[in-house]
């Protein structure tokens, strides 16, 4: 009996052996796309693709004389399998050029990757500042949460906003936006009264939002991810925090366009910072946003999609310029692009390889029946202050 | 303090109505149904369907989400998990993971993955506040803590009270007794499935609005639906009850309180009252595996 | 021709090498090298595979239902980053430290599954898993919180064999360590000490009415099996140069149970090839539905529970009438 199971598992293993022969094509341009598409991040996942697909369409599968290949791989949300696929990608398809990476922890695992191969690494999607260090072929197309929450610190202050509760999500970029709003918040003179963190997993905000209208702050700070941004704005106004006079301020994800429509009335109002909204008056936008909604029965696209639709343009242009060559060439290739994004002017700076765009204060109205981010404020060319300089 | 034990007490009945049909399903049938989320999640995947495409009104999809849930319960009772119950708890414990995993899939292919929202009846929002607002209550976990109540109640009196009841307890007991007593243990075993994932589809419903629905909702929550089950015992109603009183009196509590250590609390309160007393807080000690 | 008595000659039987085993092992050992694209998912199954054989120890041998083995694992996983990255970068020495970690949790967990229901176990194992991962949480000042612990750079192997990007080194490590184990838990299994296991595992209160010590077997196979899942972790830890949260993720728990199923409990090899499938099974499916491999995953367990879990590597017995197990 034992002998059958390893007659079962020697094929097993040849099995292995032959999957995954690409035959390795010199004519194409391999990018390894590689997005959280299962698990609880599966709606980011989504939007990326759309996105980087939506570029493709628009732009035509050739760049330099060289077919585009996009090779799309699920990560589940695990770092290490991240970081394997991405040798694998690397190794075994010969990718010119990593993309992706929904979450940090991923993009951290896959640095020593990109550095060992010298293989450039565009973040299409992670926001935490201290990525594009990790490895110097990094190029980050997405934003970072301290760009983002620093205009929104600066915009409260002017808005005679004094007292803060602070409630974040505990993972990394809730933290991140936390530690950025106080710093420039306090820095202003304000005073940060209660940080408060809930668990990633947490079902229930209402403790927590009880413990802000115990504190009774001007406002409210907040990050959560986006999904349970309506949850919490639901249950801000089920606990009569509005009618208390609370304010309620918040990083950009929480007013995802992805759902924002779903949210209804209690999203009205609600002032956030981000460097994207679907209502950006811009020709570009409009097409960028129209297009998108085709293609995908109506979606909306939001940051995430932005993020990648802009990376893809880098790579494209990129390899134009190099070519059709991958390593250091394309690298250099992207540093210093200026470009029109959907989203506004944008530039990768040369020096951090971090993007620069411009960050807009919004507020959630409803135009038409359906539910927008609109811009009120803008603040050019904001680079990361989360950069030891 | 008030409004924290109200919000808990709310929760805690949530999670009850959620749990309750798992835990008599443990007893009875000796078969551990980790797939009891799913039926949580279909209930409340339907009402949002109903309520977004059908226009249907908040109170009308919640019977409909219970008996909707229940039918497909029975159906799968009888079809699927007939066959399982003589199987070793393992292959329970798989089977039931399969087919989560199947349910999350298929919803999340056919309805999206992002989160669902509810939009409940303007009466069902607002709040009162009691004495000078140290006790706030919530319009809608008032609804929930009255639903929940009224279902305690209920089943609490067919339990005691009828003779299906009676039939329940007996094939509890000891269902080879039962069944040569006459009773028809298979009809109580479909119709104790039915009723349980039926109000695990309630539950869903009720609990979109408060805990959120996404097609990641039966495994994020069967944790907190096994500990109720775990602490509670599976021989009694009053005792998941109270589990679950307890488990989400803790947990709001402890986020108020000492938000730094949120969810140890309960995972620590579980393995210690676990320890203590192996067989759930309110089981009659005695055998069964 | 054994002057031995049937029961005893039948043990010893159980315990010999088979012929075709030493094959199987030098064929794996080699296999980094012969199969070189892809030594990378020949190291993670290694890994994965030494993590299913040591729940098999509980679970296969003992009947301990555990849905949080991955505490272990994880534990071992951040002993062994942190050590590497803040005391010393040797691998070898990281091993031992990752597995020391593992055993020693595991003595002080095996106090919490000695009583109560099968339910009652899953709960406290799972419930541990949960705490440990609120800690590595909370404590971000050490493990990085969700970021992961990043930096975890090793030393050579041996002093000679850097980790390389191609992942040879690693896959030759991983398999290496998973043989060690495996003759551990082998030697372990076929002594009369795993006959005691056995024992308990088919019935407690008959073993302990012939004087089997069993809260001390229990405690003992507990933590040899923690340790394991220790060196497991660290394996997985220096391997891949980073720890992050999900190492004490229910998925991985789950992942490793299904994995033993499907090769086959209380039989070591099981895990070796529950793991082999499983990582086939996924990397197939998810290259051709990346988004809802899930789904066929979760039909394969209905149908393979349904069928009869003994009858998924014998298939001639897939077509037959046969009464259920």
């Known amino acids: 009996m034992q002998k059958r199971h390893f007659i079962r598992t020697a094929v097993a293993l040849a099995l292995v052996g032959s999957l995954g022969h690409a035959a390795a094509q010199d004519n194409t341009f391999k990018i390894g796309l590689i997005l959280p598409m299962t698990g609880p991040f599966a709606s980011t996942g989504k939007q990326l693709e759309a996105a980087a697909r939506l570029y493709m369409a628009q732009n035509g599968d050739t760049v330099a004389g060289k077919k585009v290949q996009l090779i799309v791989k699920d990560d589940t949300g695990a770092p290490d399998v991240t970081k394997r696929i991405a040798q694998e990608l690397v190794i075994n398809d010969k990718v010119q050029v990593l993309a992706g990476f929904g979450l940090t922890p991923l993009a951290f695992a896959t640095a020593p990757v990109a550095t060992q191969s010298k293989t450039p690494l565009v973040v299409m999607a992670a926001a935490t500042s201290s990525i594009t260090e990790a490895s110097p072929y990094i190029v980050r197309t997405s934003f970072t949460v301290p760009q983002v929450v620093t205009v929104l610190a600066d915009w409260a202050t002017k808005n005679n906003i004094k007292r803060v509760v602070t409630l974040v999500t505990d993972y990394a970029p809730g933290v991140d936006s936390e530690k950025f709003f106080s710093q420039r918040f306090q820095a202003n003179g304000g005073v940060v009264v209660e940080s408060l963190r809930v668990p990633l997993r947490s079902p229930d905000f209402a403790p927590f939002l009880q413990k802000v209208r115990d504190a009774k702050p001007d406002a409210l700070f907040t990050f959560v991810p986006s999904g349970a941004g309506s949850a919490l704005m639901k249950q801000f106004a089920e606990r009569g925090l509005d009618k208390a006079g609370i304010r309620m301020i918040a990083e950009g994800s929480v007013t995802d366009d992805d759902i924002l429509n779903g949210m209804g009335d209690v999203a009205l109002g609600v002032v956030t910072a981000h460097h994207y909204s679907a209502a950006h008056n811009s020709p570009l936008n409009k097409k960028f946003v129209e297009a998108f909604g085709k293609a995908n029965n109506g979606m909306r696209p939001n940051f995430m999609a932005v993020g990648a639709y802009d990376g893809m343009r880098v790579i494209y242009e990129g390899a134009k310029k190099t070519k059709g060559e991958g390593g250091e060439a394309l690298l250099n290739a992207m540093k210093g692009q200026v470009f029109e994004s959907p989203r506004g002017p944008i530039y990768i700076d040369a020096q951090t390889r971090d993007v620069v765009h411009n960050v807009y204060v919004r507020k959630v109205e409803r135009i038409n029946g359906q539910m927008w981010n609109t811009e009120i404020e803008t603040v050019t060319d904001m680079k990361d202050p989360g950069k030891a300089k | ?289 | 021709m054994t002057p031995t008595t049937p029961p005893l000659g039948k043990l010893l039987d159980q315990a010999r090498w088979r012929p075709w085993e030493p094959v199987l092992w030098l064929a794996a050992l080699a296999a980094p090298w012969l199969l070189k694209e892809h030594a990378l998912i020949i190291n993670e199954v290694a890994i994965v595979a030494l993590f299913a054989v040591s729940l098999d120890l509980i679970l296969g041998y003992t009947g301990i239902v555990s849905l949080g083995h991955a505490a272990f694992l994880g534990f071992g996983a951040y002993s062994a980053a942190l050590f590497a990255k803040h005391i010393h970068p040797d691998p070898m020495v990281g091993l031992a430290v990752g597995t020391a970690a593992g055993t020693l949790l595991g003595a002080v967990a095996s106090l919490t599954i000695m009583r109560g229901t099968d339910l009652t176990r899953i709960m406290v194992t799972l419930g541990l898993t949960l705490i440990l991962f609120e800690l590595a949480n909370k404590l971000d000042w050490l493990t990085g919180g969700a970021d992961g612990l990043q930096g975890v750079v090793m030393g050579p192997l041996l002093g000679r064999f850097e980790f390389d990007l191609y992942g040879q080194v690693a896959a030759a490590y991983s398999i290496a360590v998973l043989l060690v184990c495996f003759l551990l838990a082998r030697r372990l299994v076929h002594s009369p000490f795993g006959a005691t296991l056995k024992a308990v595992r088919d019935n407690r209160l008959r073993a302990m009415s012939i004087g089997i010590p069993v809260a001390s077997r229990l405690a003992v196979v507990y933590t040899v099996s923690a340790g394991m899942a220790g060196a497991a972790g660290a394996l997985l830890a220096q391997t891949t140069g980073f720890a992050s949260l999900d190492v004490f993720s229910i998925e991985r728990s789950a992942d490793v149970v299904l994995m033993l199923v499907i090769g086959g409990v209380g039989w070591l090899y099981g895990g070796v090839v529950g793991a082999v499938v499983f990582k086939l099974l996924h990397d197939v499916i998810a290259g051709i539905t990346p988004q809802y491999w899930t789904f066929w995953v979760g039909l394969f367990l209905v149908v393979l529970v349904l069928v009869g879990r003994e009858r998924l590597l014998r298939p001639w017995t897939w077509f037959s009438r046969k009464d259920a197990a």
Not at chain 2, 166 to 172: G, K, M, N
Not at chain 2, 247 to 268: H, Q
């Open chain 2, 1 to 289: 303090m008030l409004t924290i034990l109200f919000d808990g007490i709310a929760y805690g009945m949530l999670l009850f109505i959620l749990a309750v049909g798992l835990s008599v399903t443990m007893g009875l049938m000796n078969f551990i149904n980790l797939a009891h989320g799913a039926f949580a999640m279909l209930g409340g995947y339907l009402t949002v369907a109903l309520m977004q495409h059908a226009g249907l009104p908040f109170l009308v999809c919640l019977p409909l989400a219970f008996g909707v849930t229940a039918l497909v319960g029975a159906v799968l009772e009888r079809t699927l998990y007939r066959p399982m119950y003589k199987k070793p708890h393992l292959d329970q414990v798989l089977f039931s993971i399969g087919l989560t995993f199947m349910a999350v899939a298929a919803t999340d292919y056919f309805m999206g993955s992002q989160q669902q929202i509810i939009q409940l009846p303007t009466w069902l929002l607002g709040r009162t506040e009691l004495f000078d607002g140290a006790l706030g209550m919530g319009h809608y976990r008032l609804f929930i803590i009255a639903i929940c109540a009224a279902l305690t109640v209920g089943l609490q009196f067919i339990l005691s009270r009828t003779r299906f009841g009676s039939r329940l307890r007996a094939s509890v007991d000891d269902p080879r007794v039962a069944a040569s007593l006459g009773i028809n243990v298979n009809v109580v075993f479909a119709a104790t499935f039915a009723v349980g994932s039926g109000l695990a589809g309630l539950g869903g419903a009720l609990g979109a609005e408060v805990l959120g629905l996404d097609p990641s909702f039966p495994l994020k929550f069967l944790v907190y639906f096994l500990i109720v089950v775990a602490v509670g015992g599976t021989s009694s109603i009053t005792g998941p009850l109270l589990a679950a009183l307890l488990l989400g009196i803790a947990d709001v509590a402890g986020k108020y309180y000492i938000p730094k250590l949120g969810g140890f609390i309960v995972y620590t309160l579980m393995i210690a009252i676990l320890i203590w007393r192996p067989h759930g807080l309110f089981s009659r000690l005695g055998g069964g595996k």
